[in-house]
């Protein structure tokens, strides 16, 4: 072949080759809604997530119901969607007890000095002047006379009431190391000293939510406890049942120590100084955003996500996550989407850890709203993507959320699993509020991520278990259902499902109910 030939194949070559062929790139990707394609490229590059979750988690910290974090943070809320254009307050539906975190110190100084990894229950009460005592465990009874001697003992003393723990690995280290015949071991070690813990403390004539007030009221100095997740480092950090003496929590590596020393008759003692603050009582309230709907504004899209947390840590996953998730989808969707057709709500609820207050109170309070709502889109559980929708019992989900579905980017929905015409809420997060209103309202439950052992209600909820790239896509879905959900023509049907029968009984929907108003205090 001449060099002259040579040229001439080559260039036939290129000229009929494939590769010159293929499609534009323009016209290879997935086509989308051009608001679809914008509010993708939005969230993509000029994401606000990080700088929402630095201002709200390390700059404010958790947002406790009472305390003066949670009135700081609904101030910035408002601020921020001031500063994006949209209308926003605080809707005031009762109050709660007020209360501050102040700084702990617990230190064991007996038989030698260690500072001790350990937090203030919320709403403990403070040492006006630093608690020492004797460190005690419950001990084993068999009825509750036993344990009432047992009780005459106690005054001046710090009482464990957790279960001890022989270990402080995780399950799933255990199996990876241990042989099958270790492992069984240790799994039968586990649960039989977990059996063994329950039938003591039912001995006792009390529970855990009964004792801490029986110790209080026999003379113990303190209560700890060691709510140990099976995470290491993870505990979860919840309320205090006592009035007067303080209540700690402790790693479950420093309570073990404690436990053995005490049953080995070391007597250690240790010394607490909590200085958290008693504020009376504070209004609670939800936080409302409004973007006013141009052509139907009295039919609503609602965004919603607890604002609220516990305190143990950032409450970064529950629910810092799906509260800058709907922070920034409203923010979006002022910025892209002008002419929305219905009204769009962004609600921050109050108190929902502490039995969905603030929605359950919503509901109540603004029937007008409830009764015209569209959709509610609610997120809550962590960091991870979407992975789950429930129809929530309404027996034409499938035609309407399935058509805002659709259009989403496959991306972003191929992974997600829904289940129609579901069952309907009952509670564990505020869309269970609307759902027994009937209300289109839905869970937008995301992938674990460690979220239940590691994250929910622990000290370990922090800003750096966020996965931004997740949250990201999350936010692009919601946008995106908010916007087709506003956009419908038609009004989302209602229409319930008939619900199974249970143990011989037809299942009920479930109830509208009310909210605590006057929380944190005694009845």
Known sequence: MTRYTSLLFCLVFLLTSPFLHAQP???SREPLLPI???????VQQHSQ???LA???LDGIGPRLVGTPEMQKAGDWAIAKFQSWGISGSKQSFGEWRGWQRGISQVEMIAPRIKSLEATQLAWSPATKTPVQGEVVVLPPVNNADAFAE???TIRGKVVLISQYQRSGRPDYQIKEFATPELYEKMMRERAGDAEAFRKSMANTGYTANTLPEALEKSGAAAIAISNWTGIMGANRIFGARTKKIPTIDIAVEDYGMLYRMAVNGLAPRIRIHVQSKELGMVPTFNIVGRIEGKEKPNEYVVLSAHFDSWDGAQGATDNGTGTITMMETIRVLKKLYPNNKRTILVCLWGSEEQGLNGSRAFVKDNPQIVQNIQAVFNQDNG???IANISGQGFVNAYDYLGR???AAPKKITTGIETSFPGMPGGGGSDHASFVAAGVPA???????WGYGGYTWHTNRDTYDKIVFDEVKNNVILTAVLAYMASEDPQTANRDQRVLPVVNGKPSAWPEIKDPERRGGVEK
């Open 36 to 42: 679809v394609e914008k509010i993708v490229d939005e």
């Open 54 to 56: 630095g201002e709200l």
């Open 49 to 51: 997530l990080e700088k």
């Open 150 to 152: 047992w009780l005459k």
């Open 383 to 385: 960091t991870g993507r």
């Open 25 to 27: 790139a323009s016209q």
């Open 404 to 406: 805002w579905l659709s």
């Open 442 to 448: 839905f869970m937008l439950s995301s992938l674990s």
